[in-house]
């Protein structure tokens, strides 16, 4: 769960006192009871001409180039990938303290850090971005340039080297250099390759989750699933 009802509790308050406002909900929905919740939340709050929920889009960097914040209000959260495109995107970031994006956005400097599940913090961390146009481009500039020094491939090939070189050259190795280089190497590629895998298994479980979500919304399932239940029902009575 990404803390969706949170980031909507959040929206209203901002659209309560700012009129220029709209709001982008992007990426896969949630599992269907919790959307419906949110749907239902976003209507309750009169937002339905302010929220849009874009779904699963290919066109994310584009989608990044129109708005003026990213947020982040998930309850916990590893190494962020969107927090990352958003940064690269030269956005700021506002983010609950859920773990990955505290290690990627510096507070003050690239966006704002805020407790999970405090709605009106969140609010009030927005607000001040999108209200100080300086503020946002130096937080977004700051942000992109932190992306670029440390996460970025070069960056993060230059780490790997270093960390190879400091094995290599460390005194026990120096005595038996190739069989340390190629333990290294070895483990190296035993890596690539299971982080690999966990990426194809998560696109995996994902399609599998969408073919569901098709299957279950398909007419000919729900009446089935109807006359099933009716069935039932006369069975035990």
Same mark, same amino acid.
């Given at each position: 769960v990404k803390g969706i009802l949170e980031f909507i509790e959040a929206a209203a308050r901002i659209a309560a006192v700012c009129d220029n406002v709209g709001f982008l909900v992007m990426g896969h929905e949630e599992e269907h009871e919790y959307a419906r919740q949110v749907r239902k939340r976003t209507q309750e709050l009169?937002?339905?001409?302010?929220?849009?929920? +874009?779904? +699963?889009?290919?066109?994310?960097p584009a989608l990044l180039r129109k708005i003026n914040v990213l947020v982040i209000t998930s309850p916990k959260e590893g190494l962020s990938y969107s927090c990352m495109e958003g940064m690269a995107a030269a956005l700021p970031v506002v983010s609950t303290r859920c773990g990955g994006p505290e290690e990627l956005v510096v507070e003050g400097e690239t966006g704002l850090l805020v407790p999970v599940g405090n709605t009106a913090r969140m609010a009030e961390a927005i607000l001040s971005i999108i209200s100080d146009g300086a503020t946002r481009k130096r937080m977004g500039q700051a942000g992109r340039q932190r992306i670029e020094s440390h996460f970025s491939g070069r960056a993060c090939a230059e780490g790997f080297e270093r960390v190879y070189q400091e094995v290599v050259n460390n005194y026990a190795c120096r005595q038996s250099s190739q069989l340390w280089e190629d333990i290294f190497m070895g483990f190296a590629s035993d890596i690539g390759i299971l982080g690999s895998r966990v990426m194809e298994h998560e696109r995996l479980i994902q399609g599998l989750k969408d073919f569901e979500g098709l299957f279950k919304n398909n007419f000919f399932y729900r009446t089935l699933r109807s006359v099933y239940n009716s069935l039932r029902f006369r069975s035990k009575t």
């Open positions: 009169n937002l339905q001409e302010k929220i849009v929920f +874009t779904g +699963t889009r290919n066109d994310i």
